[in-house]
């Protein structure tokens, strides 16, 4: 049980164009999702707070308007890089917590790879 | 805020040696705690938690923690280091004041040497 799958595993974009990652939680209900990033031999740096039905919460020196993060049902959470980078590239995985459950653990999906050319 | 520490980059043990990996972590209210591992380009996996149950936590795959909260320490061990324990590994506490969400430690690579 548990699992959180993310969509697409890896995926490479023209600097410019927009990138959807889906992420989904495949046998419990998450009302509170979690997207992270992580650049190479470094750890993972939270990005914002998904919750269902109402706007991200963004961390400090998170663009809001460059990171769109929609949160529209219980088992799904998007994040949009919009006009990608180069810089942009990096993992990206997410979380999501159990709403049934012990609410206080996190289930980690298998992250997406985006580069950017 | 809370602030996750690990000592140590990069951890190399012979297979079969002891593996001791350091968490300390800085919490105003009291922590939930966390080891996650991570193998090249996949998610985390979770190896153990401390949710203010018993200070010894065993986990996944041999591993155990102990949560001593004089010294504000979550240890990561485990007696017999394999080659498949080569990897990340990340200690995180969890903030209760906001969504649960997770600070992490800035990790620790496992090599394992034959």
């Known amino acids: 049980g548990a699992v959180v799958s993310q969509h697409p595993s890896w995926v490479i974009c023209k600097s410019g164009t927009s990138v959807k990652i889906e992420c989904r939680s495949l046998?419990?209900?998450?009302?509170?999702m979690f997207w992270y990033r992580q650049f190479p031999k470094q750890s993972l740096m939270l990005m914002a707070t998904s919750n269902e039905g109402s706007k991200a919460t963004y961390e400090q020196g998170v663009e809001k308007d460059k990171f769109l993060i929609n949160h529209a049902s219980l088992t799904l959470s998007t994040l949009t890089v919009t006009s990608a980078h180069p810089e942009d590239s990096s993992f990206y995985i997410c979380?999501?917590?159990?709403?049934?459950?012990?609410?206080?653990?996190?289930?980690f999906g298998p992250g997406t790879r985006l580069t950017v050319t | 805020a809370q602030s996750v520490t690990q000592l140590g980059s990069h951890v190399s043990v012979s297979e079969g040696a002891l593996v001791l990996l350091r968490c300390n972590y800085s919490s105003s209210v009291p922590p939930y705690l966390f080891w996650y591992v991570q193998y090249p380009n996949q998610g985390l996996q979770l190896l153990l938690k401390?949710?203010?149950?018993?200070?010894l936590v065993k986990g996944i795959n041999g591993f155990e923690a102990e949560f001593k909260k004089s010294e504000t320490s979550f240890h990561l061990t485990k007696p017999s280091a394999h080659m498949s324990d080569a990897a990340e590994y990340f200690c995180a506490v969890s903030d209760r004041g906001s969504n649960y969400k997770l600070t992490f430690g800035k990790g620790t690579l496992l090599t394992v040497n034959p």
């Open positions: 979380s999501a917590r159990d709403s049934g459950t012990a609410n206080y653990e996190q289930y």
């Open positions: 046998d419990f209900q998450a009302t509170t």
């Open positions: 401390y949710t203010s149950a018993a200070t």
